[in-house]
Structures are given as C-alpha cells and as structure tokens.
C-alpha cells in the first residue's frame, strides 16, 4: 500500500505519453463538457433568443443525448479501439458546438443548390445531438486509462489521473463565463468549439503514430520467417520493447492482441534487456528469444 502511495512513481507514471497525451485530451475535453453544462441554456436564451422554457427543454435532450451516446460509445470503443471512439465524440462536439454559434447560416445552407433551407429547430437538434455525443467521451477514454495501467497502478494511478483531468477541466465553468463576458457568447462557444477539435487532432495523431508503428514491428517479424509460436512470443516482446519507445500502449495491444488471437497462441513474456540499436532479449514461457526489431520512428 505504502509503495502504491509514494509520489515519486505516481508523477512518473502521468508522465509517460500512453498516460500524458489521453490526459491532455480529457483535460480539454472535460473543459468543454463543463462549459456546455454550465452554459447552454444562458446561450440559448442569450445568443438565440429563446425563451427560458424552450431552452430548459433543449438542455434536457442534451442530457439524455449525453446518457445514452456514453453507453454506446462505451461498447463502441471496446470493438473498435479506444482512440478511434473518442476521436468520434470529439469530432462531433467540435461539429455540434460550432453548429449552435452558426445555426442560422448553417440552415440555409441547401439554398445554394437549390433547395429550401432547413427548419431551424432541425438544424438545432442535429446540433444538440452532437454537442451530447461530445460530452459522452469519458466512456472510452477511462477505459482508455485503466488500459495503460499496470494491475498495481489501477488503484492510485486512475484516481491520480482522474483528479487531474477533472480539477484542471473543471476551470470550464469559469472560462467560458468569463470568455462570454468579454467577447460574448458567440465567441465563447467557439472557442470550445475550437478545443473540441483541437483534442480530436491529438488523440487522431497519437493513434496514426501507434498504428504506424505496429504496421512495421509485425510485418518485420513475419519477413523473419517466424512460426506461429515464436511469432506470438516475438509480438509479446514487442509489446514490451513499446513502452521503451514510449508509443500509444493502447492502440499497440489491442493491434498486438488480435494478431495472437489468430494465431491460437498464449505465453507471458518479460524484456531482460533493449539496447538503443534495437537488440532486445527476452524471456518467455516457452524458453528464450532473441530478435532483432528495425522499427521505424
């Protein structure tokens, strides 16, 4: 318990870029859910002029949007991937928050090619609907978290990086009244909007730069003329070796796990040593290996 406790490892471990690029991402993303929920419906009535009653409802549909797109994206991240659901939601936040600052050009859109323009109460409703889907990320990105962490880091390692994210985006409340006050709301939601999108730039890159590095790691050990055994073993080490190069985990594992499942092979592995020219020795279940990994980072 007391090793768990110590500071020292607890700030290495947010330190590390499976840990430090996701929680950036939630930092931002949860300082735009704050001010979404402590805001649209001042918005609504302020920027739009609705009536109170008609933007109390709004908000409603926005919370049980939120509720159930947070199930479905939960289940969503576990077939497809973690980054690639939380890039979803994002991408939709972004969408959906710039839509309500530009919903009356937004709806006369179809005018240019000739069609009759959208009903107003349309346009806000798709608008709604993905400003919710960008609140929901949070199902995705704390599995996302528990992913990346050891079984003996779960306990204090989430609950540490949990308060971070939620402490440092939390300022949304007050941001986004204070960015209102001074340049109105217009501008106010734009720039969540704009942080929305920035944080589905990040999670997009961190997530081609996992993919990219895993589509050479693999490959390399089927050109080695690997069989299935030692090819399971070699994926293993490779898993290891990654957090040496300090690469999405979670997109590396889940890459790694499916290659195994094909495979029909399970082993445990552990890296004895990694060298900077990419000499790795390891020790497995099954006995010992030794490759030799050309990655290209």
Known sequence: MAERLRLGPLFELIGRREILVPLAVATLGTYVAQ??????????????????????GVFSAFF???????????????????DASIAASLLGGALGLGSLVALPDLVRLPVAVGLPALPTTVGLGVAVFLAGLGSSF?????????????????????????????????AGSVGVGLVADVLGWGASFAVIA???????????????????????????????????????????????????AVVDLSVVA????????????????????FDGDGSVTGQTDVGRVEHVLVVGW
């Open 64 to 82: 049980v949007v939120r509720a159930g797109a947070q199930v479905g994206l939960g289940r969503l991240s576990d077939r497809l991937g973690r």
């Open 138 to 170: 949070f199902s995705a990105i704390d599995p996302r978290f528990m992913d990346a962490l050891g079984d003996a880091e779960r306990g204090a390692g989430f609950g540490l990086i949990r308060t971070v994210y939620t402490v440092i985006g939390s």
């Open 35 to 56: 001010g979404v929920i402590s805001f649209l419906p001042t918005f609504l009535v302020e920027f739009r002029g609705y009536s109170p009653a008609f933007a109390g």
């Open 254 to 273: 889940m890459a790694l796990e499916r290659r195994l499942e094909l495979l029909g092979e399970a082993a445990t592995s552990r890296v004895l040593s």
């Open 194 to 244: 704009g942080m929305s999108g920035v944080a589905f730039l990040v999670i997009s890159a961190n997530a081609l730069v996992g993919e990219a590095i895993v589509g050479v790691v693999v490959p390399h050990a089927v050109e080695r003329g690997l069989g299935p055994a030692a090819l399971a073993e070699h994926a293993l080490l490779v898993a290891d070796v990654l957090r040496w």
